[in-house]
């Protein structure tokens, strides 16, 4: 490791690669100071372990952020398809999923792979086990010096890509925050998201007992909506629709989940007591959903009549049955939290930076860039995307 660097980049994730790739490129002297044996592990985790690295419909409306107007200039310089050129470029076999989300064909470690590629092609040094003691800079040279267990590094240019707090067996630190409140940046509260729910009592022992059932449904937390696959789990509720929604709910508040969302449940169970009066209600709703479910939702929602026919049944009953199906609001407990979290909700406030160059407004030569920053994108890709692009966004910056 070199004594002065042009840029020195905290953490050799999926944003501090790229931001020192492209920084390179532009001829930087960089360095990339990373605190554990390899780089890009989130990278090398993700995607069931081919990455989804990124979305072929990326719009700012993908993104959860205070200021929804903060992502636009990054996004606009470097998009989903300057990605997608490289991963093209070194023949990097990939496909596309729902909703135009594309994954390698074999693993994430070729994107990590083709980074690492790139980094060495335009002379990045990369430190491993590099553990930071003290960040200081000197407002008369308008220089930093970082020092770390490997010695004394100084620069004119600090950049910040340390990630988020999920995913606690790679031991995650705060560090990023720390830093910028070291230098007096506000930094927002941070919690799990992407995160399944949990619950407790009747319903966790029912969700338990549901485990492994998935089906189409829509969830809603305040204004916000999305339609995905939910799926049971021993402590609650996962699958994609319960991720994304998880961006968007708040502790204490509920959550609304149409089951069958295709489905005008009040007019199924009319036409089904008029056409089929002598059928028990468990008889025909298993015609729409597996039947342990049913079976369930049956001792939930009347269980007083289990074994009575529809024609038993009043129309009031029948309403207020097909209204739980298409409009069940229940209150999750919390959520399973940083351990299965994909990201960290909140960060650096984005107030505090340039939207076109991610430096801190009020501290010249600091840059925060990926998930360290309160910007925090839909499942699908959208994470990494950010990561690319606002590293993009930096290293040109540092050039100039």
């Known amino acids: 490791m070199k004594k002065h660097y042009d840029a020195i980049i905290v953490g050799g994730g999926a944003a501090g690669l790229m931001c020192a790739w492209q920084a390179g490129l532009l001829g930087q002297r960089v360095v990339v100071l990373e605190r554990s044996k390899k780089i890009g592990r989130k990278i090398l985790m993700s995607g069931g ?91 008369i040279n308008q220089s930093y010096a970082i020092r770390t267990n490997q010695g004394t590094v100084t620069s004119n240019a600090v950049v910040m890509a340390t990630g988020g707090l999920s995913i606690p067996y790679m031991d995650p630190t705060p560090f990023g925050y720390e830093i910028a409140k070291q230098f007096s940046l506000n930094v927002l509260p941070v919690r799990a998201s992407l995160v399944p729910y949990t619950f407790t009592g009747q319903l966790k022992d029912m969700f338990a007992r549901l485990s492994g059932n998935a089906v189409p449904a829509e969830i809603k937390a305040g204004r916000n909506s999305f339609r995905e696959a939910l799926l049971f789990t021993h402590r609650g509720l996962s699958g994609p629709v319960v991720l994304q929604i998880s961006n968007y709910w708040q502790q204490s508040d509920p959550i609304h989940i149409d089951l069958l969302p295709d489905v005008a449940m009040s007019d199924f169970l009319h036409n089904a007591k008029r056409d089929q009066p002598k059928n028990l209600a468990r008889t025909v709703i298993a015609q729409l959903m597996p039947k342990s479910m049913v079976l369930e939702f049956e001792t939930l929602w009347w269980p007083d009549f289990q074994d009575r026919p529809l024609a038993d049944w009043s129309n009031a009953q029948i309403e207020r049955v097909g209204n739980l199906f298409n409009n069940w609001e229940i209150v999750p407990a919390g959520t399973e939290g940083y351990r299965t979290a994909e990201v960290t909700l909140g960060g650096v406030d984005t107030d505090e930076l340039s939207s076109k160059t991610m430096e801190a407004k009020n501290q010249q030569g600091l840059y925060f860039i990926g998930e360290v920053v309160d910007v925090t994108g839909h499942l699908g890709g959208f994470n990494f995307q950010w990561a690319w692009s606002s590293a993009y966004a930096c290293a040109h910056s540092l050039a100039t």
Not at 52 to 57: A, E, G, I, K, V
Not at 78 to 103: K, N
Not at 104 to 125: G, P, T
Request: net charge negative; with cysteine; charged share 25%.
């Open 49 to 139: 372990g081919r990455c989804n690295f990124t979305n072929l419909y990326v719009e700012p409306e993908n993104f959860v952020c205070p200021n929804p107007h903060f992502v636009k200039s990054a996004l606009s310089q470097y998009t989903a398809w300057d990605f997608i050129g490289s991963v093209q470029a070194h023949g990097i076999a990939y496909h596309e999923r729902d909703h135009g989300q594309l994954f390698c064909d074999d693993k994430a470690r070729d994107i990590v792979n083709m980074l690492r590629s790139e980094c060495d092609s335009v002379d990045v040094d990369i430190v491993l086990q590099c553990n930071i003691d003290e960040i200081k800079h000197d407002a």
